[in-house]
């Protein structure tokens, strides 16, 4: 008796811990609730301390005109001043920031195929922290592209330098594979490093050594109205686009020969994935400096929350990630009285233990492992 040939169906990706539709909708809205919250909540906090009333005020009366106490006390004074000029834009860089930082690791470890992919590992946020340190050392941040300074023009090529390097060796010599992209990755990012510590090590510039060396260990400071729409128009549109990609991002947690049968051709895919991240990466980075962790921890603690589905992993991990580098900000900025700490420390010193947790316990899950 013959078996009849089943054809293949759509990837079935691990079950999560949340079942049904409206569990996973229930979640959706909490962390949409407490990510409007952490907005709020964070521009209280700093050297000058906020009641959370006056801070909930004041947003919301310039951004709704709805008046809630005495309009003096809404429409000028130091408050007003340091919530709306200073605080919110900072935290609403925050928010896009680390929403993009999530998704840029989320698909990355989709496409190679790696749960320990993200935009560092794999030489991008390298290659971007290249061009930055470029720029800063050798006298080329004056030049303007796209109303932002020279800085994230030379950030945003050195990250998209590094991704068409880390392709073009991932292709030489055969086909490409997740094995190959993860080693090519390696390679770039050392030879980046190599290069942009060379840099340092012959510029006679201290105070561009100075800034390099913060830049590179990440920083919110600099955050401004005018450098937002850049960030979070290029995120919000990533976001949107990876959102119809879930079927591909599916696919890929299955390996090549069953995106094969399922008639997907994921090199293509791939190459543009990569692509894309490395443009949001470049924007990032030339915006805050390299921040690490946030990529590569942060979709692995939803995973065990919703699953690998990315229809359901990448909004979750979206708001989670926004969520979490809104208040590793504010403990950056008020963790120690008169002095704010590079944001990368931050990240560094609450990633690293995380994951050290996950890779003992082995309680994550990328695809059909765990």
């Not at 962790?293 to 589905?309: A, C, K, W």
């Not at 050290?356 to 765990?370: D, E, H, P, T, V």
């Amino acid at each position: 008796m013959q078996t009849a040939l089943v054809p293949p169906s759509e990837p079935k990706p691990k079950q999560s811990m949340i079942h049904s539709r409206s569990g996973f909708m229930a979640i959706i809205a909490v962390l949409l609730i407490i990510a409007v919250l952490s907005v709020g909540a964070a521009v209280s906090f700093g050297q000058v301390a906020i009641p959370f009333s006056q801070s909930y005020r004041i947003l919301l009366y310039h951004i709704t005109s709805i008046q809630i106490g005495d309009i003096h006390d809404l429409s000028s004074g130091s408050f007003v001043d340091i919530i709306w000029k200073i605080r919110l834009p900072r935290v609403l860089m925050a928010m896009f920031i680390g929403a993009g930082l999530t998704l840029c690791g989320t698909i990355m470890q989709a496409a190679v195929q790696n749960p320990l992919a993200d935009p560092y590992i794999l030489g991008i946020s390298s290659g971007a922290s290249l061009g930055a340190t470029f720029a800063i050392l050798i006298g080329f941040g004056s030049m303007g592209l796209l109303g932002q300074t020279g800085l994230a023009f030379w950030a945003f090529a050195g990250a998209v330098g590094a991704s068409l390097l880390v392709l073009i060796l991932a292709s030489a010599g055969s086909k490409m594979t997740s094995v190959k992209l993860v080693l090519a990755g390696m390679v770039i990012n050392a030879l980046c490093t190599a290069f942009a510590n060379f840099i340092v090590y012959f510029a006679n510039n201290a105070e561009g050594i100075k800034t390099v060396t913060f830049w590179t260990m990440g920083s919110l400071a600099a955050s401004s109205w005018d450098k937002l729409p850049l960030i979070s128009i290029s995120v919000a549109l990533a976001i949107f686009f990876f959102l119809l990609q879930f079927r591909v991002l599916n696919a890929m947690l299955l390996g090549d020969e069953t995106a094969v049968t399922l008639g997907i051709h994921l090199g293509a895919y791939r190459r543009a994935y990569m692509i894309i991240t490395a443009l949001i990466t470049g924007v990032m980075v030339a915006s805050c400096g390299m921040i690490g962790f946030v990529g590569l921890i942060i979709p692995h603690l939803v995973r065990g929350l919703v699953g690998s589905d990315h229809r359901r992993l990448l909004p979750a991990s979206v708001l989670f990630g926004a969520i979490f580098l809104i208040w590793t900000d504010v403990i950056a900025r008020t963790i120690v009285p008169n002095v704010e700490l590079p944001i990368g420390i931050i990240t560094a010193l609450i990633g690293a233990p995380m994951f050290m947790y996950m890779l003992i316990k082995k309680g994550y899950a990328f695809g059909g492992q765990s």
